[in-house]
T-cell receptor
C-alpha cells in the first residue's frame, strides 16, 4: 500500500521568511496530492492540491510542486505570517474515485513575529 | 466545497459504555464518507470507508465489531464506539468527497471532529 513520508516534523521561521515542507510517496499509481492545514483542535482544511498532470500550482503565497519521477512533492509558503502557524499534512491517493487518502506524519510550523 | 457537521463535538464517558458519533453532509448527498482517528500530535489514520446502503470497509487493524459504522442515508453516517476504554480516547473526524459531482473527484472535506475521552 501507499506510504507517505513528510519532513521536517517541526519548522520554525521568522515572519516574512519562506517555509518549505517536503513529502515522498511510494505508490507510483498515486496521482492526487492535497495539502491540509490543521489548527489545534480543529478540522483539517484543504489549502491546495495538485494532480499528476501538472508539475506546479500556485495560489497567492502558497505553491506546490510535484516530481512524479522522484515521487516527491513539496509545499512552499512565502512571506509567512504568524497566522500560518499550524500543523500541515500532505496526502496522496489514486484519482480513480472515492480512493482513500494516505496522510503524511505532519509538520508543525511556527512563525515568529 | 462541502459542508460537513459532526455531533457531538466533545463527549466524556465511563469505561465500558458505548458512544455514537454522527457525521452529516449538509449541502449534498454523499454516497461515501470516511472515518479517521487522530491521537494527540499524530497524523490522521483512516479507520473505515462508509458506503451508503452497504457495509463499511475497514482498514487493517480496525475492529469492525468495536467500531460500528452505519451509513443509512445519503447525508448521515454514524460511528459507534462500543464498550469504550481509555485507549479509545481520541479525536474522531469524518470526511466526505464530492466524487463524480466535481472535477475534483477525490477532494475530501472534513467535519469539525469529535473529541472522545473515556474515563
Amino acid at each position: 500500500g501507499e506510504n507517505v513520508e513528510q519532513h521536517p516534523s517541526t519548522l520554525s521561521v521568522q515572519e516574512g521568511d519562506s517555509a518549505v515542507i517536503k513529502c515522498t510517496y511510494s505508490d507510483s499509481a498515486s496521482n492526487y496530492f492535497p495539502w491540509y492545514k490543521q489548527e489545534l483542535g480543529k478540522r483539517p482544511q484543504l489549502i491546495i492540491d495538485i494532480r499528476s498532470n501538472v508539475g506546479e500550482k500556485k495560489d497567492q503565497r502558497i505553491a506546490v510542486t510535484l516530481n512524479k519521477t522522484a515521487k516527491h512533492f513539496s509545499l512552499h509558503i512565502t512571506e509567512t505570517q504568524p497566522e500560518d502557524s499550524a500543523v500541515y499534512f500532505c496526502a496522496a491517493s489514486r484519482d480513480t474515485g472515492f480512493q482513500k487518502l494516505v496522510f503524511g506524519t505532519g509538520t508543525r510550523l511556527l512563525v515568529s513575529p | 466545497g462541502a459542508v460537513v457537521s459532526q455531533h457531538p463535538s466533545r463527549v466524556i464517558c465511563k469505561s465500558g459504555t458505548s458512544v455514537k458519533i454522527e457525521c452529516r453532509s449538509l449541502d449534498f448527498q454523499a454516497t461515501t464518507m470516511f472515518w479517521y482517528r487522530q491521537f494527540p500530535k499524530q497524523s490522521l489514520m483512516l479507520m473505515a470507508t462508509s458506503n451508503e446502503g452497504s457495509k463499511a470497509t475497514y482498514e487493517q487493524g480496525v475492529e469492525k465489531d468495536k467500531f460500528l459504522i452505519n451509513h443509512a442515508s445519503l447525508t448521515l453516517s454514524t460511528l459507534t464506539v462500543t464498550s469504550a476504554h481509555p485507549e479509545d480516547s481520541s479525536f474522531y473526524i469524518c470526511s466526505v468527497t464530492l466524487g463524480s459531482r466535481s472535477v475534483s473527484a477525490d477532494t475530501q472535506y472534513f467535519g469539525p471532529g469529535t473529541r472522545l475521552t473515556v474515563l
